[in-house]
């Protein structure tokens, strides 16, 4: 869920910023973006703590290397999607409309770099699975 929500993220960013920097909806319009993002964050941490259970698990299957690989992929990527959440938040504090308008940009440039760490931590997962093998330790013993 955090991979499919962090690809929306900056597309929805990006499309909201527009209108908004037109005066053509409502600031409130933001809370959508708010809200998603903080799904997003909220998924990510609970995958990470899915990780951290099924670690000991693929450890006998893969080498500690490459999972941790993962993990620090996966822990970069929450803590930017934190930051990034709170400056999203924090922009209904911003009062003028330029610097509003500002951070609009800035903030979807932020969910594309959020979205570019999510790729890399879902790459790093489909290679643990597939490349080195973690999904034996899920298969039933013969």
């Known amino acids: 869920m955090p991979l499919g929500l962090a690809v929306v993220l900056p597309l929805l960013?990006?499309?909201?910023?527009?209108?908004?920097?037109?005066?053509?909806?409502?600031?409130?319009?933001?809370?959508v973006v708010l809200l998603l993002s903080a799904l997003c964050l909220g998924s990510a941490m609970a995958a990470r703590q899915t990780g951290e259970t099924e670690e000991e698990r693929v450890e006998e299957w893969v080498s500690r290397r490459e999972i941790h690989k993962h993990e620090e992929a996966a822990d970069l990527f929450v803590r930017a999607l934190a930051i990034t959440t709170l400056a999203c938040a924090a922009v209904f504090l911003i009062k003028k409309p330029k610097p509003f308008k500002i951070s609009l940009l800035v903030l979807g440039l932020a969910y594309v770099g959020v979205l570019a760490l999510a790729l890399n931590v879902g790459q790093l997962g489909g290679e643990l699975v597939f490349r080195h093998n973690a999904g034996a330790a899920r298969a039933p013993s013969p």
Do not use: F, H, Y
């Open 13 to 31: 960013a990006l499309g909201l910023a527009i209108p908004l920097w037109r005066e053509t909806l409502p600031k409130r319009v933001w809370l």
